[in-house]
């Protein structure tokens, strides 16, 4: 993983994610909804001209210079994540952003 440049490569950013399709915000915000047994509260505004309508996370650079690639899909990933969530809300409150 070292290059002629040291740790370089490590340090740039790194695109994470699934690597096959985009997953739509809608579906997501579902899935969520559908873990925790509660409705979002929705507000739709317009479309941005900046806003993206679709992004793909390339994970190539991630595959070639750590080794990485995805082990689990979007559901066990956001399952997991919504129970570590739901273990740690008093560690979470306690983190000031």
């Known amino acids: 993983m070292k290059t002629k440049e040291g740790f370089k ?3 740039d950013m790194q695109n994470i994610g ?6 739509p915000l809608n579906q997501l915000v579902g899935k ?3 873990y925790l047994g509660k409705r979002p509260k929705i ?3 317009s479309f941005h001209k900046t806003d993206m309508k679709e992004t793909w996370a390339d994970i190539t ?3 070639s210079i750590l080794n990485w690639s995805p082990k689990i899909d979007i559901d ?8 570590w969530y ?4 008093s560690w979470m409150k306690a983190v000031k952003v």
């Open 32 to 34: 969520i909804e559908r």
């Open 9 to 11: 490569d490590l340090l």
């Open 18 to 23: 699934g690597g096959e399709n985009p997953t």
């Open 43 to 45: 507000v739709y505004k």
């Open 76 to 83: 066990e990933g956001l399952q997991k994540t919504i129970y």
């Open 86 to 89: 739901l273990e740690n809300r």
């Open 61 to 63: 650079k991630a595959q």
